[in-house]
């Protein structure tokens, strides 16, 4: 097995984390005069659990995994964040991304000043073992895999994926975003098997949850120890973690919303697919998928002219003539076909 603490920055290991109040006494009493909160009661005058202990457990049991292996953080984005910080010494380490892929990867290696190393995704969307492992070199500590990838939509390979977890020695990231749409299993469940592995997730896509910006993270241990010493103390605030457990609370709901997204997409799907215009529609695991025009940008500028918001993605590797469509309400979906049909692009 390998060694993570030999990825973990120096500065990191050594660091003394910031103890909060809550830190140095968590259990309860009937007077707290020891954070300097006011006392007056508004429902958020105390400072919301540092560890968010109860939404982690109702996560653990919705997802079949310890609580202990839980990190939250303030979307996913403060998750990739911390684990840049924890792994990457600034100009001086790497990580390996697969575009096309997440803009964010990118933004979050200029950030924190690594660079990020491209093993393009083959032009259909799959992973290139032979690249990814090309670019991997000392200083690649991170390797970051989103499955079902975005814009194109698809799982990535797992046999691929384990692979890189096996035969590499850095910290494999799999970005599960939309991990709910599709039937593949997610990686979570794996977390025993490879000390080097972390997953993201996040409660803005298949909870409906981008409002109050909720990010999982799950990984050994170990690693979600690193990451909690360096989290800023009280990082998911009191109303993110109310909201959450209301909705985390009804998967009935959940499971109907995923089902009729599911079903509107195949009809999006094969709305378009009989549409003249569309020259290509790539196979999607997710709640958006790409579709290929000729003209991309009359479409996507039309389409904007009566008020519907698609994503131009026709600049990204591998995507040419591809606008990014998220699946919306039927009553939404219905707007969008109707507008297409309308569009004629020979005039
Ligand atoms: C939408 C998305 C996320 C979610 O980010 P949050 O910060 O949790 O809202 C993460 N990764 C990918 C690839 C996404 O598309």
């Known amino acids: 097995m390998m060694d993570i603490t030999a990825l973990i920055r120096e500065n990191v290991k ?5 103890s909060s109040a809550r830190d140095e006494f968590s259990s309860s009493a009937d007077v707290y005069l020891d954070a300097n909160e006011n006392p007056f009661g508004n429902g958020v005058n105390r400072y919301p659990d540092p560890y968010q202990n109860r939404v982690k457990e109702r996560l653990a049991d919705i997802k079949g995994v310890n609580a202990k292996n839980i990190l939250l953080g303030n979307g996913s984005d403060e998750v990739l964040d911390l684990i840049f910080r924890a792994f990457c010494e600034p100009l001086q380490d790497n990580v390996v991304s697969a575009p096309p892929t997440y ?6 290696a ?35 895999i989103c499955s079902p990838n975005n814009p194109s939509g698809n799982n990535l390979d797992d046999e691929v994926i384990e692979r890189l977890l096996k035969n590499t020695n850095t910290v494999v990231v799999i970005d599960e975003a939309y991990i709910d749409f599709t039937q593949k299993k ?32 799950f990984a050994s241990e170990e690693i979600i120890a690193v990451l909690n010493k360096i989290k800023p103390p009280y990082n998911i605030n009191q109303l993110t973690q109310q909201k959450a457990l209301e909705v985390l609370d009804n998967e009935e709901q959940f499971r109907q919303n995923l089902a009729l997204i ?35 940008r009359e479409v996507f500028d039309i389409l904007m002219a009566q008020g519907i918001i698609v994503r131009d993605r026709s ?6 003539g591809c606008l990014r469509i998220t699946v919306g309400t039927p009553e939404e979906n219905d707007k969008l076909i109707a507008a297409m049909e309308k569009i004629d692009l020979t005039s």
């Open 262 to 296: 599911l079903a509107e997409k195949t009809r999006l799907e094969k709305a378009m697919a009989g549409m003249l215009m569309v020259k290509g529609l790539v196979p999607s695991d997710a709640n958006f998928f790409l579709a290929r025009f000729e003209k991309p």
């Open 110 to 144: 200029d950030i924190n000043n690594v660079e990020n190393k491209r093993a393009p995704l083959k032009p259909d969307f799959s992973l290139d073992y032979e690249a990814l492992l090309s670019q991997i070199n000392e200083q690649t500590k991170l390797l970051l």
């Open 315 to 320: 600049r990204e590797l591998h995507c040419e």
């Open 14 to 18: 050594a660091l003394k984390p910031y």
């Open 186 to 217: 997610s990686w979570i469940h794996r977390l025993s098997e490879f000390p080097n592995l972390i997953v993201c997730q996040t409660l803005s896509k298949a909870w409906g949850l981008a409002g109050i910006r909720l990010g999982l993270c």
């Open 103 to 108: 803009g964010m990867y990118q933004v979050l």
